[in-house]
């Protein structure tokens, strides 16, 4: 029987926190430091997001449609009437647009599209694919045409983070070769990365990058960016999934109270949590005046979405009960196997 690998409930959880968090600054009032806090989580979160995403990822025809395509069309229509009703009159109703946070699912469609591609047993070709997705990523930012629609920059900014985990996690021998490292050589390599992802998060802060850089959703030049600022931000958010997912990893193989349980169910807080903010952002806004505020409202959304119950009930809606009924019609048909052979 296959144990839970609780390390990555406890990760999910600490990155769909800094989610809701940072959705959450982008309307708070206020806060000393804003900015450094918002970079700083902008400038990892999400590809470390994808990562993740991409080590589970599999080739899954029904889960691809019921889990990724009809959650899409209806979220998208759910987002869209929402932000209607809450006065963003500019809004209509179209599916080549991910609405806001929506890029997010869109852009797990294509990589699942991909997969058959990326899906090759040769090391050279992990390696060349991985290559050039990050060349991709950089030259994505010249293309002035490039933007919102089809999230067709945020896909290619962000293939390589989803790629990467989708070969981490078929690698097994890279992350043993680290378990049975000396203790020693571990902590020197962990101090070592940590260090130099926090001078990477120096140097990003420190050249005065845009905010919209790090959605990966523009090209350079409506942002008065460049590629060397990609190319930073990108290094920083390898030295960060290095420390989460090798580094951290290892330590988090126990549940922890409440932070697992919640981390077990990120699907319905990231999917939720943007109406509760598009409300505030247009109807309460003075409710996130201070960081206490904001913290309040950031641990309320996290304990109310990321409940069971609601988690079971957005599995379910997203995909849950296809598996269901999938497993029930294997079980069925075992079933006749043995009954037809007089067992």
């Not at 090391?123 to 933007?147: E, W």
Request: glycine letters at 8%.
């Amino acid at each position: 029987m296959k144990t839970r690998e609780y390390q990555y409930d406890n990760l999910r959880f600490l990155l769909i926190a800094l989610v809701v968090l940072g959705h959450l600054l982008e309307i708070a009032g206020g806060i000393p430091g804003r900015k450094i806090l918002y970079d700083v989580i902008y400038s990892f979160h999400m590809p470390a997001f994808l990562f993740l995403s991409g080590m589970f990822a599999r080739l899954d025809r029904g889960r691809f449609l019921f889990g990724l395509c009809l959650p899409y069309l209806a979220l998208q229509v759910l987002y869209l009437s929402w932000a209607r009703l809450l006065g963003e009159q500019q809004t209509q109703l179209e599916f080549a647009r991910p609405y806001w946070l929506l890029w997010y699912l869109f852009a797990l469609m294509v990589y699942h599209v991909l997969l058959p591609i990326y899906d090759t047993p040769s090391r050279q070709g992990q390696v060349l694919l991985v290559a050039g997705s990050f060349a991709l990523a950089l030259l994505a930012g010249f293309d002035r045409t490039i933007g919102y629609p089809w999230s067709a920059s945020r896909v290619l900014v962000f293939q390589p983070w989803f790629l990467m985990g989708f070969y981490f996690r078929r690698q097994p021998e890279l992350l043993r070769r680290w378990q049975t490292a000396s203790p020693v050589r571990r902590r020197t390599v962990g101090a070592v990365v940590a260090a130099l992802w926090l001078l990477l998060e120096w140097l990003l802060l420190r050249c005065r990058m845009p905010e919209k850089m790090l959605y990966g959703a523009q090209d350079y030049y409506s942002l008065n960016g460049s590629w060397p600022q990609r190319l930073l931000s990108c290094s920083c958010a390898a030295a960060a999934i290095f420390l989460l997912f090798v580094v951290a990893a290892d330590k988090l193989r126990r549940p922890i109270p409440l932070v697992t349980r919640l981390g077990q169910n990120t699907l319905s807080v990231y999917l939720l949590h943007g109406l509760f903010v598009l409300w505030l952002r247009h109807r309460r806004p003075e409710m996130l005046r201070g960081m206490p505020a904001v913290l309040l409202v950031w641990a309320a959304l996290l304990v109310l979405l990321g409940s069971p119950w609601v988690g079971k009930g957005v599995r379910f809606v997203c995909g849950g009960w296809y598996v269901q009924l999938r497993n029930s019609q294997i079980a069925r048909r075992a079933g006749e196997k043995l009954a037809s052979r007089g067992c």
